[in-house]
């Protein structure tokens, strides 16, 4: 079994950032795919970012070049840096771990095993 426990997130400004962690623990392999997904009202839970092994990382073209998302291997924490947020960005955000056939952004939530607990990030404009 793995446990994945978040932190961070919380509310700010547009143009603001914000910053979220994942610790795994328990059963914890090197090659896991990771990744962080969100949820907003009323819509379907979407990645937003991966990162594989070989430290591979992909992005949702929504994010890219304002998100990044890394990954401590000594401690196994993931974290995804959110810059120059939107409205639309806020959501309820879910770290994962799996084993997706390609660990990229068009994999989906069912690839993924085990989940965070979520934290909530909202943009106001």
């Known amino acids: 079994q793995v446990q994945l426990v978040e932190s961070g997130g919380g509310s700010v400004q547009a143009g603001g950032s914000l910053s979220l962690s994942c610790a795994a623990s328990?059963?914890?392999?090197?090659?896991?795919?990771m990744a962080w997904f969100r949820q907003a009202p009323g819509k379907e839970r979407e990645v937003v970012a991966t990162f594989g092994r070989y430290e591979s990382t992909s992005y949702a073209d929504s994010v890219k070049g304002r998100f990044t998302i890394s990954k401590d291997n000594a401690d196994q924490t993931l974290y995804l840096r959110m810059n120059s947020l939107k409205p639309e960005d806020t959501a309820m955000y879910y770290c994962?771990?799996?084993?997706?056939?390609?660990?990229?952004?068009?994999?989906?939530?069912?690839?993924?095993?085990?989940w965070g607990q979520g934290s909530q990030v909202t943009v106001s404009s």
């Open positions: 994962a771990a799996g084993y997706p056939f390609h660990c990229f952004v068009s994999a989906g939530s069912p690839d993924f095993k085990y």
């Open positions: 328990g059963s914890t392999r090197t090659n896991f795919c």
